[in-house]
């Protein structure tokens, strides 16, 4: 297969929004040693921006459900909550609430 037809099945997979196929696609792509191109990587970006904001969603569904649970004070529920969403928007708002109670070095024991 060449180069077009790999992007052509990329988007395909794409537009049937199936990422974990895409993604898989894009895998086989470079085990192959089929080098992507500009056009290979506008879908896989695509898809990886659309796991990214599903992941996103669900996270502030759970931080929702530990706030409404009364575990935000916990320092495990806490630390795990950061070490997750540290590079995640929201987090700041996170760490400025649980690092006043949450000492640096009991954020190790939720790694």
């Excluded at 696609?25 to 500009?38: A, D, G, I, K």
């Excluded at 609430?97 to 190790?108: G, I, K, L, Q």
């Amino acid at each position: 297969m060449n180069a077009f037809s790999w992007n052509i099945e990329l988007c395909r997979y794409v537009k049937a929004a199936k990422y974990e196929k895409t993604i898989e696609l894009f895998q086989q792509m470079q085990r192959e040693c089929r080098t992507p191109n500009e056009f290979t990587f506008v879908p896989v970006l695509n898809v990886c921006a659309s796991l990214l904001l599903q992941a996103l969603k669900e996270a502030r569904c759970v931080d929702e459900q530990i706030i409404q649970g009364g575990c935000e004070s916990d320092v495990f529920v806490a630390t795990q909550a950061l070490w997750t969403c540290m590079p995640n928007v929201g987090a700041w708002r996170m760490h400025g609430e649980h690092s006043r109670r949450c000492p640096p070095a009991m954020w190790y024991l939720g790694m």
